[in-house]
Structure formats: structure tokens, C-alpha cells
């Protein structure tokens, strides 16, 4: 295996390259390339380093083998952080575009990782946007829980800036979260979930929610049979009503009036027992948050 020096001596670029003959010893390069970039300044990847070079090494995250995907993630991120994500759209969104579509969960979870700081910048966000990359993260919502967590709060971050918003909200992208919502009750909660942390992030993004009318479908969760279902259902609209816009909005479409009359026929309805503990919980929280709405009912 190359020392740390002779490792300095080699370029990324090359070392990437060398990845692609068959009798490389893939391990070996692997660690040649973590020795060199962990010693390169962000500002030297960024003069030195093409940014079509950082989607070979998807390969090795997708590889099955955990020790080169281990080896392979943080080269990745770093490169990636050093180029930026609009620099390695504008120059190989294609290829990007092609890793997104058959990446695995490692590797998805890697890309959304990379993705965080261009959720930031109203240039960020619109250049993931129209290269597609936005809907790659709104389709992270049917993986597995780390990369929907990723992709929900990558989501909520680009909603603080008016072209995020826009982008998220489209009658396109409410269809694609429709389609989504409907292959599963856990996806379904996901995007509710979104829905709920778009509009509590931000007083603009609460109006824009209210305005796609993307809170219909949670409502009518209420009049369901599904015990589960209602109890997330009751959680979701908990958290709008800690804001006073939000708590306004429940009230005036008759939501708090109807979690009222839950509680007054629980008595006389012994299936809602299962739903009376997130009823009080609900009706508690907003008693401290706001305890004159609760005396008005």
C-alpha cells in the first residue's frame, strides 16, 4: 500500500480513474484516496478536482461490501462539499440524475447527506429543482426511516426560502406526495408529517399549505376507523396548534369543535376509549399553550 507521501503525490482524479482497471486492488485505492483528501483543503479539491469524478465511487457504496462503502461515503461528502452541488449539476446533472435512479439505501442516504447545504441558498434550491434532483428527495419519503428523516428536513430546510416553497408545493409535486401517501399508512404519516413541519416552520409556509388545501386529507383521518390512524392524526394536528395561525385554522374548520365533541361522547361511546388518551394529550398541551381557547369550548 502507497505511504502517506506517495499517496500526495498521485491526483484524486487519477487515483479514481485507477479504480476503473480490473487489477486494481480496489481496497488499496480506496485508502490511498481517504489519505489524499483528508490532507487536501476544500479550496484545492475545488481547482483540482473534476466534478464528474466523484460519481464512480457511488459504485463502492453500492457494492454490497461495507468496508469499501465505509471507505467511499466520506471521499464522497467531502468532494462533494468542496465542489457544491450546483457546480456538479451543472457539469454532470445527467450523471447525478443516473445514480439517483438506481442507487441503494446507502447510497440515497449518501446523495441526501451531500445535499444538505444546497437546501440553503435560493440558488441551491432552484437548481436542484429544475435538474430534478427535488424530486429524488421527495421519493425519499418511501425509504427506509434514516432516509426519509433525511429527506423530510431537507424538504422543510428549502421550504424557508419563497422558490423552495414554490418548488415543493407545485400541483405537480402535491400529486406526487397524493401518490405517495396512498401506497401506505407509514407513508402516509410521512407526508403529513411534512406537511405539518412545512407549515410550523415558517408563517409563509403555514399560508401556502392552507392555500393548496394539503391538509384536507388529515382531517378526514378523524372520521376514519382506524384507531392508529386518528391517534397520529390527532399528534399532527397537536403540533399546528401550537402556533396561533394554526390553532385559528383548526378552529375555524370545526377541527377543535370535533375533538371536543370526542371527548364529551366518550362516555356514551366506548370505542373511542383508544382514542381519548391523544384527545386529553391534545387538549392538555393546548391548555398550556393556550388556555383561553381551551375554556371557549
Same mark, same amino acid.
Given at each position: 500500500?502507497?505511504?502517506?507521501?506517495?499517496?500526495?503525490?498521485?491526483?484524486?482524479?487519477?487515483?479514481?480513474?485507477?479504480?476503473?482497471?480490473?487489477?486494481?486492488?480496489?481496497?488499496?485505492?480506496?485508502?490511498?484516496?481517504?489519505?489524499?483528501?483528508?490532507?487536501?483543503?476544500?479550496?484545492?479539491?475545488?481547482?483540482?478536482?473534476?466534478?464528474?469524478?466523484?460519481? %464512480?465511487?457511488?459504485?463502492?457504496?453500492?457494492?454490497?461490501?461495507?468496508?469499501?462503502?465505509?471507505?467511499?461515503?466520506?471521499?464522497?461528502?467531502?468532494?462533494?462539499?468542496?465542489?457544491?452541488?450546483?457546480?456538479?449539476?451543472?457539469?454532470?446533472?445527467?450523471?447525478?440524475?443516473?445514480?439517483?435512479?438506481?442507487?441503494?439505501?446507502?447510497?440515497?442516504?449518501?446523495?441526501?447527506?451531500?445535499?444538505?447545504?444546497?437546501?440553503?441558498?435560493?440558488?441551491?434550491?432552484?437548481?436542484? @429543482?429544475?435538474?430534478?434532483?427535488? &424530486?429524488?428527495?421527495?421519493?425519499?419519503?418511501?425509504?427506509?426511516?434514516?432516509?426519509?428523516?433525511?429527506?423530510?428536513?431537507?424538504?422543510?430546510?428549502?421550504?424557508?426560502?419563497? %422558490?423552495?416553497?414554490?418548488?415543493?408545493?407545485?400541483?405537480?409535486?402535491?400529486?406526487?406526495?397524493?401518490?405517495?401517501?396512498?401506497?401506505?399508512?407509514?407513508?402516509?404519516?410521512?407526508?403529513? &408529517?411534512?406537511?405539518?413541519?412545512?407549515?410550523?416552520?415558517?408563517?409563509?409556509?403555514?399560508?401556502?399549505?392552507?392555500?393548496?388545501?394539503?391538509?384536507?386529507?388529515?382531517?378526514?383521518?378523524?372520521?376514519?376507523? &382506524?384507531?392508529?390512524?386518528?391517534?397520529?392524526?390527532?399528534?399532527?394536528?397537536?403540533?399546528? @396548534?401550537?402556533?396561533?395561525?394554526?390553532? @385559528?385554522?383548526?378552529?375555524?374548520?370545526?377541527?377543535?369543535?370535533?375533538?371536543?365533541?370526542?371527548?364529551?361522547?366518550?362516555?356514551?361511546?366506548?370505542?373511542?376509549?383508544?382514542?381519548?388518551?391523544?384527545?386529553?394529550?391534545?387538549?392538555?398541551?393546548?391548555?398550556?399553550?393556550?388556555?383561553?381557547?381551551?375554556?371557549?369550548?
Amino acid at each position: 500500500r502507497m505511504l502517506i507521501g506517495e499517496a500526495m503525490n498521485r491526483s484524486v482524479s487519477g487515483l479514481i480513474g485507477s479504480l476503473s482497471n480490473s487489477r486494481s486492488d480496489v481496497t488499496s485505492v480506496l485508502k490511498d484516496l481517504q489519505v489524499l483528501v483528508s490532507n487536501l483543503q476544500e479550496e484545492e479539491i475545488s481547482r483540482e478536482v473534476l466534478s464528474r469524478d466523484v460519481f %464512480p465511487l457511488f459504485v463502492y457504496v453500492d457494492s454490497g461490501s461495507d468496508a469499501h462503502a465505509d471507505m467511499a461515503s466520506p471521499i464522497i461528502r467531502k468532494l462533494w462539499r468542496a465542489l457544491g452541488t450546483e457546480k456538479i449539476l451543472e457539469a454532470s446533472g445527467t450523471a447525478l440524475l443516473e445514480v439517483t435512479s438506481c442507487t441503494t439505501a446507502r447510497g440515497r442516504e449518501v446523495i441526501l447527506t451531500c445535499l444538505q447545504d444546497s437546501v440553503t441558498t435560493e440558488s441551491g434550491i432552484e437548481c436542484i @429543482a429544475s435538474a430534478g434532483i427535488l &424530486d429524488f428527495i421527495l421519493d425519499s419519503l418511501r425509504a427506509d426511516l434514516s432516509c426519509a428523516t433525511l429527506a423530510s428536513n431537507l424538504l422543510v430546510t428549502a421550504s424557508l426560502l419563497l %422558490p423552495g416553497l414554490k418548488a415543493l408545493f407545485t400541483a405537480e409535486r402535491i400529486k406526487r406526495m397524493s401518490e405517495i401517501a396512498a401506497c401506505s399508512d407509514t407513508l402516509k404519516y410521512r407526508v403529513f &408529517d411534512l406537511c405539518v413541519s412545512v407549515a410550523t416552520a415558517s408563517d409563509r409556509g403555514f399560508d401556502c399549505c392552507v392555500e393548496r388545501n394539503v391538509f384536507a386529507a388529515l382531517f378526514t383521518e378523524l372520521d376514519l376507523d &382506524d384507531v392508529l390512524l386518528q391517534l397520529n392524526c390527532i399528534e399532527l394536528m397537536g403540533r399546528l @396548534a401550537t402556533s396561533s395561525k394554526g390553532l @385559528a385554522y383548526l378552529t375555524d374548520t370545526g377541527v377543535i369543535i370535533k375533538l371536543g365533541n370526542m371527548l364529551a361522547q366518550w362516555p356514551l361511546n366506548p370505542l373511542l376509549s383508544f382514542v381519548i388518551p391523544g384527545v386529553v394529550r391534545f387538549f392538555g398541551n393546548l391548555l398550556l399553550s393556550a388556555p383561553g381557547s381551551v375554556q371557549t369550548i
